[in-house]
């Protein structure tokens, strides 16, 4: 079935650093890729995503491309700030259209003054 | 504005009591979804609905029930047959199109049972 690994966290990082997350993805077809947000206590937003090979999802100085030679789909941003820390969660739609995503389990992301 | 709500934020229960969580969108939102979220384990899909009276299972439906009577609510009961019910319950929506519209969250709700 269906799957996608995170890179384990927690992250922490001073303010300005470089991030990046890494996140893989099993999948036959072709999915739909989304990097989704959860900050302290709330639900989960949708940061970004890309629908076909290629894509380059950005929001907020984040960005992602989806890299089907890889099967990957790894988080960047080149400065981070304290705002930023949250845990981050990859995840796929198998197929367009598709009423179900996979989840990765989650990096948490703690950035420091 | 547009959204969904979860109530309450924090529930506290008795081992052996049922217990329902509400889940309501106005965002005319098609489908309607339950999350379990643990530590380190991200979500696991409980149920999902794609239309009113109608919902399937997801990964971890066992000692769980829901029901779709009206398109804007969605409320899951957490039964005793559950046998490890404290967590971090996630409600979400979405319309027909998955794929340029994907799925939109809640605040949750933190239940834990003693």
């Known amino acids: 079935g269906d799957s996608v690994t995170q890179m384990e966290g927690p992250v922490t990082l001073s303010e300005e650093a470089f991030l990046t997350i890494n996140c893989t993805y099993t999948?036959?077809?072709?999915?739909?890729l989304f990097w989704y947000v959860q900050y302290p206590g709330e639900g989960l937003q949708l940061l970004l995503k890309a629908t076909k090979a290629d894509d380059k999802g950005s929001n907020k100085g984040f960005e992602a491309t989806y890299r089907k030679e890889t099967t990957s789909f790894h988080l960047e941003k080149g400065s981070v700030q304290v705002s930023d820390s949250a845990v981050y969660f990859c995840a796929l739609s198998p197929w367009a259209g598709s009423y179900q995503l996979t989840f990765g389990k989650g990096t948490k992301l703690s950035v420091i003054p | 504005d547009g959204g969904i709500t979860q109530s309450p934020k924090y529930l506290f229960r008795k081992e052996g009591q049922n217990v329902t969580l509400s889940c309501e969108q106005n965002?005319?939102?098609?489908?309607m979804y339950w999350y379990r979220q643990d530590p380190g384990q991200g979500l696991r899909l409980i149920y999902y609905s794609q239309i009113v009276n109608d919902f399937q299972k997801g990964d971890i439906a066992e000692g769980y029930s829901v029901s779709r009577e009206k398109k804007e609510s969605f409320p899951l009961t957490v039964t005793s047959a559950q046998k490890n019910p404290t967590a971090f319950y996630l409600c979400?929506?979405?319309?027909?199109?998955?794929?340029?519209?994907?799925?939109?969250f809640g605040n949750g709700t933190r239940l834990t049972v003693t």
């Open positions: 999948a036959t077809g072709y999915p739909s």
């Open positions: 965002l005319n939102h098609d489908a």
């Open positions: 979400a929506s979405s319309p027909r199109d998955m794929a340029n519209s994907p799925l939109h």
